[in-house]
Nanobody
Framework: VQLVESGGGSVEAGRSRRLSCAAS????????MNWYRQAPGKQRELVAG???????MYADSVKGRFTIFRDNGKNMMYLQMNNLKPEDTAVYYC?????????????WGQGTQVTVFS
């Protein structure tokens, strides 16, 4: 599975931005997809996810502001980010989990930088 993020950039606080993740390869094996982020000097953290069991999950810091959704027909995943704050500044990574008869696997995109300025 290959993942490519896009949509990052500089955005003023309070505005919106949508990130995209294009998946290719053996996408039929994907059981879950997530967005992570990593700010300078901090650990990578889970921002939002589409777990294998269905539904969505969000970090407390983004609940009510971010929305994760997927378009399976286009092999795309998105992160709609509203009311952005300077503390949302980070590199955002697309993540996919796959499973086969031998185990589960993690795949990552290269990341896209989001900078929120006030």
């Amino acid at each position: 599975v290959q993942l490519v993020e896009s949509g990052g950039g500089s955005v003023e606080a309070g505005r919106s931005r949508r990130l995209s993740c294009a998946a290719s390869g053996t996408t039929f094996s994907i059981i879950a997809m997530n967005w992570y982020r990593q700010a300078p000097g901090k650990q990578r953290e889970l921002v939002a996810g589409l777990p294998a069991g269905g539904g969505t999950m969000y970090a407390d810091s983004v609940k009510g502001r971010f929305t994760i959704f997927r378009d399976n027909g286009k092999n795309m995943m998105y992160l709609q980010m509203n009311n952005l704050k300077p503390e949302d500044t980070a590199v955002y990574y697309c993540n996919a989990n796959t499973r086969d008869g031998w185990g589960t696997y993690d795949y990552w995109g290269q990341g896209t930088q989001v900078t929120v300025f006030s």
